[in-house]
C-alpha cells in the first residue's frame, strides 16, 4: 500500500511520457482498448468504493496506459489523490498528462485539481491552476471560480476583473453563482442587489446548497430599513456566512466612526477581520466591544483564538473563561469543548479537570465529549485508575451513537493496552471493526497489539492499513511512529 503511493508518481511520468509517442502516431482506438479501459475504471471505481486507494490509483494509472488521451482516468486519480492529501502527487499528474490531452481536456483537468486546493483552503495553488485551466480554455466556470478565489486572497479588485467575465446570461449554478456574488458586490445598494434574482427561481434550482444562500441573502435584502447601520449588518452577516470576509470589511469599515455604540456592526466587521486574517484589525475593534452584552460570549472567543495564534495563553485562558461565562445555552458547549481541548493540550490538567467537572455538573451536553476528554486528559497523565473510572462510566451509558460506542471502545482498548490486557484489547477491536472496517483507529491499534506481540509483519500491513484509511490525519502521526519502530 505504501510502496503504492511512493511510486505512483514515477509511474505516470514514465507511463505519460512513453505513450505521448504512442498517441502522436496513432489516434484510432479500436474497440477491445476502449472496453480494456472501461473495466480499468470501473475496477478502480469498485477498490475506491472499499478506501483501497492506492489500489485505485494503481488501477486507473493501468486505464491511463490503454487509452492515454481520455481523460476520465486522470480525474480519478487526482480526485483520489487529493482526497489522501497528496496534492504534489496530484500535480504531477496533471502536469504530465498534459503530454498527451488536448488543451480542452488539459484545461479541466487543471481546474479540476485548483478546486481540490480551494476546498483544502490552499487558495494560492488554487489561483495558480485555475489560471493555468483559464489559459488553455477560459469559461464561465473557471472565471468565476477565480473570482472566488481572489476573494479568499482578500483582493476584490481581482475579483470583480474576473466576475465581469462571467457572461451575463450563464446558466445552472455558474450563473445563480456569478449574481449571487455580484449581489454580494453591491454593498449597500440593495436595489441593484435585487435585481440580480429577478430571473431565478430559486426553488426550481439543483444546487440547493446554493439556492439556499441565494435565498438567505434575498431575505436579508428584503428586511433592510432605512437605518443604514442595521441595514448593513444584516448583510455583512449573510456575506460573512457564505465565506467572503472581505466583502464584508468593503461593506462596515467605511462606517465603523458611526458603530463604536452599535453592537451588531462591531462584532460583524471584527469577525471579517478575523475570518479574513487580519486579527490585529480584529483585536482592535474586539477590545472596543468588550462591554457590550450583545454576542458578549463570541466576542470573547474570538479574542481568545487570536490570544492563542499570539502565543498569549494567559490572555488567551482568561478570555475562555468569560466567553463560556457569558455563552448562550446553544453554543455554550462547543466553547467549553474548544477551550478544554486547549488546556489539556497545554498540560493545564487542573483547569482541564475543573472546566469539565462543571461540563458535567452543568449538563451542559447530551454528548459524551466531556468523558474522552477526561480520558485524554487521564492518559497523558498515565492516570489509569481514573481512566478505569470513567470507562466505567461510559460503559453504563445507553443510547449511544454508533460513533460514540467506537470512542469508547477506542479507548476501552488502549486502557486495556497500556494494562497488559493484550486478549481483552483483541475482543474489543473485534466489536470496533464491526462497527466500522473502514475505522483508522483499528489498524492502529491492532498494529500495536501485534508489535508488542512480535508480529512485526503483520504489524506493518495493520499500519499501513492505518494510513491508508486515515482521511483527517488523526492516526497517521501515531503509524508513522510505530512504523519507525518495525523499519
Known amino acids: 500500500m505504501k510502496k503504492s503511493f511512493k511510486y505512483i508518481a514515477i509511474f505516470l511520468v514514465f507511463v505519460t511520457i512513453t505513450l505521448s509517442v504512442l498517441y502522436l502516431l496513432r489516434s484510432n482506438i479500436t474497440q477491445q482498448e476502449k472496453s480494456e479501459y472501461a473495466t480499468l475504471i470501473e475496477e478502480g471505481d469498485k477498490a475506491l468504493d472499499r478506501k483501497e486507494y492506492g489500489k485505485a490509483i494503481?488501477?486507473?494509472?493501468?486505464?491511463?496506459?490503454?487509452?492515454?488521451?481520455?481523460?476520465?482516468?486522470?480525474e480519478k486519480i487526482v480526485d483520489t489523490l487529493s482526497l489522501k492529501g497528496?496534492?504534489?502527487?496530484?500535480?504531477?499528474v496533471v502536469?504530465?498528462?498534459?503530454?498527451?490531452?488536448?488543451?480542452s481536456k488539459k484545461s479541466s483537468l487543471y481546474s479540476r485539481l485548483a478546486s481540490h486546493y480551494y476546498e483544502a483552503e490552499i487558495y494560492n495553488k488554487a489561483e495558480e491552476f485555475y489560471l493555468d485551466a483559464n489559459n488553455l480554455k477560459a469559461?464561465?466556470?473557471?472565471?468565476?471560480?477565480?473570482?472566488?478565489v481572489y476573494l479568499k486572497l482578500n483582493d476584490i479588485s481581482k475579483s470583480k476583473k474576473y466576475l465581469e467575465k462571467v457572461s451575463k446570461d450563464a446558466s445552472g449554478s455558474v450563473g445563480l453563482d456569478a449574481d449571487l456574488l455580484r449581489a454580494y458586490n453591491a454593498k449597500a445598494d440593495v436595489t441593484?442587489?435585487?435585481?440580480?434574482?429577478?430571473?431565478?427561481?430559486?426553488?426550481l434550482e439543483d444546487d440547493k446548497t446554493l439556492a439556499s444562500k441565494a435565498t438567505a441573502y434575498q431575505k436579508a435584502l428584503g428586511s433592510v430599513t432605512n437605518d443604514d447601520l442595521y441595514s448593513r449588518a444584516i448583510l455583512s452577516r449573510e456575506i460573512i456566512n457564505a465565506g467572503y470576509p472581505v466583502l464584508a470589511i468593503d461593506l462596515l469599515e467605511s462606517e465603523v466612526e458611526k458603530m463604536k455604540d452599535y453592537p451588531d456592526g462591531m462584532y460583524f466587521l471584527a469577525r471579517a477581520y478575523y475570518d479574513s486574517?487580519?486579527?490585529?484589525?480584529?483585536?482592535?475593534?474586539?477590545?472596543?466591544?468588550?462591554?457590550?452584552?450583545?454576542?458578549?460570549?463570541?466576542?470573547?472567543?474570538?479574542?481568545?483564538?487570536?490570544?492563542?495564534?499570539?502565543?498569549?495563553?494567559?490572555?488567551?485562558?482568561?478570555?475562555?473563561?468569560?466567553?463560556?461565562v457569558f455563552a448562550s445555552e446553544e453554543i455554550k458547549g462547543e466553547f467549553y469543548k474548544e477551550y478544554i481541548e486547549i488546556l489539556i493540550a497545554e498540560k493545564s490538567y487542573s483547569e482541564a479537570k475543573s472546566n469539565l467537572d462543571k461540563v458535567i455538573k452543568?449538563?451542559?451536553?447530551?454528548?459524551?465529549?466531556?468523558?474522552?476528554?477526561?480520558?485524554?486528559?487521564?492518559?497523558?497523565?498515565?492516570?489509569?485508575?481514573?481512566?478505569?473510572?470513567?470507562?466505567?462510566t461510559l460503559a453504563k451509558l445507553s443510547n449511544l451513537t454508533d460513533q460514540e460506542k467506537m470512542e469508547y471502545l477506542r479507548w476501552q482498548i488502549v486502557y486495556s493496552i497500556e494494562n497488559d490486557k493484550l486478549a481483552s484489547a483483541k475482543e474489543l477491536l473485534t466489536t470496533l471493526r464491526s462497527l466500522d472496517r473502514y475505522n483508522p483507529y483499528y489498524y492502529l491499534l491492532s498494529g500495536r497489539i501485534n508489535l508488542i506481540e512480535g508480529n512485526n509483519d503483520k504489524a506493518k500491513e495493520e499500519l499501513e492499513l492505518a494510513l491508508n484509511y486515515d482521511l483527517e490525519g488523526s492516526v497517521t502521526e501515531?503509524?508513522?511512529?510505530?512504523?519507525?519502530r518495525i523499519e
Not at 501515531?478 to 519507525?484: F, P, V, W
Open 95 to 103: 502536469e504530465q498528462s498534459g503530454k498527451v490531452l488536448n488543451a
Open 277 to 324: 486574517g487580519k486579527y490585529s484589525s480584529a483585536l482592535d475593534i474586539l477590545n472596543k466591544s468588550l462591554g457590550f452584552d450583545t454576542y458578549s460570549g463570541e466576542i470573547y472567543l474570538m479574542v481568545a483564538r487570536i490570544n492563542i495564534i499570539n502565543g498569549d495563553i494567559n490572555s488567551a485562558f482568561e478570555a475562555y473563561d468569560k466567553a463560556v
Open 478 to 484: 501515531s503509524a508513522k511512529k510505530l512504523l519507525g
Open 362 to 392: 452543568g449538563k451542559v451536553t447530551d454528548t459524551i465529549w466531556p468523558y474522552t476528554l477526561y480520558l485524554e486528559m487521564y492518559y497523558d497523565q498515565k492516570n489509569y485508575d481514573e481512566m478505569a473510572s470513567v470507562l466505567s
Open 192 to 203: 441593484a442587489a435585487k435585481q440580480f434574482f429577478d430571473k431565478w427561481d430559486l426553488a
Open 86 to 92: 497528496r496534492f504534489d502527487d496530484a500535480k504531477s
Open 139 to 148: 469559461s464561465d466556470s473557471i472565471e468565476l471560480n477565480l473570482a472566488k
Open 58 to 74: 494503481t488501477t486507473y494509472s493501468k486505464a491511463a496506459e490503454v487509452i492515454p488521451q481520455n481523460l476520465d482516468a486522470y
